[in-house]
């Protein structure tokens, strides 16, 4: 039985302040939530903030992104043992928006998930299509080469998968219920044929346009195992709510 997941991804928003505010008042509304598996990723300049704030909570902190090096000349990147440091367990990896505006491809975004887990940190490694690759039928031919691409030699343990299809990401144009399972049962099928039956236990996480009302629902389906929120996750009223979708 795969623990349910809620997470939030809160891109480029939030100063420091408005971490704090924000976890102030969510911790409380979340504290009673002991079937889900909570995480909150804020920017990097938030993290330090979130890791002290929520430590001891049932609430767990991730990382947007990360660079593969242990350290050294890399002007603006960021290291595991940096996030390790301030309190991360999970890092994401391969955010369509990655793909799209920093030109990461499947044999970049396999270097972090490998080092990422290397140093002990889970990985939520995206994926997803865009609306012409949809609109032509590409959809699972994606969907496979980001999974064989992105998880060459990586070791099943630590890692989640998000699917999160282009067209749905901050456009209110979530994917239906049916086409989110369709899509993770694709996914799963994909991870057995590199884990075998360990495929069963991997959380494969829904992203695009989530959102209390339509999250009990895209929960409902077998294969929808948690949820990576971006725009509903700003405020700490409407995120709690996703949380507590049942
Ligand atoms: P939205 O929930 O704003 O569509 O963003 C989804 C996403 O990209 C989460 O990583």
């Excluded at 480029?12 to 505010?21: I, L, N, V």
């Excluded at 504290?31 to 890791?51: H, Q």
């Excluded at 997803?128 to 030699?153: A, C, M, Q, V, Y």
């Excluded at 694709?186 to 884990?195: D, F, G, I, P, T």
Aim: aromatic share 8%; with cysteine; charged share 25%.
């Amino acid at each position: 039985m795969i623990t349910p997941c809620i997470a939030a991804n809160w891109k480029m928003y939030k100063t420091t302040a408005q971490t704090a505010e924000f976890i102030s008042e969510f911790l409380p509304s979340v504290k009673s939530v002991t079937d889900v598996e909570i995480i909150i990723a804020p920017p990097f300049t938030s993290l330090a903030k979130a890791g002290e704030m929520l430590k001891g909570s049932n609430v767990k902190l991730s990382a947007q992104d990360l660079y593969f090096e242990k350290e050294g000349a890399y002007t603006g990147e960021i290291s595991l043992n940096m996030l390790i440091d301030v309190g991360c367990s999970y890092v994401i990896v391969g955010h369509s928006e990655r793909r799209q505006y920093f030109n990461e491809s499947d044999e970049f975004c396999n270097k972090k998930v490998k080092a990422a887990m290397a140093a002990g940190l889970s990985v939520m490694y995206c994926i997803g299509e865009t609306r012409p690759e949809r609109n032509s039928g590409k959809t699972f031919d994606i969907i496979k080469r980001e999974i064989e691409g992105g998880l060459k030699d990586v070791a099943p343990e630590k890692l989640v998968i998000a699917y999160e299809p282009i067209w749905a990401i901050g456009t209110g144009v979530t994917a239906t219920p049916q086409q989110a399972q369709e899509a993770h049962v694709y996914v799963r099928e994909q991870l057995k044929a590199l884990y075998g039956d360990k495929a069963n236990e991997i959380r494969i996480q829904y992203g695009g346009s989530v959102k209390p009302e339509n999250i009990a629902e895209l929960m409902s389906q077998p294969d929808v195992n948690g949820a990576l929120v971006g725009g509903a996750s700003l405020k700490a009223d409407s995120f709690a709510k996703i949380v507590k979708f049942r």
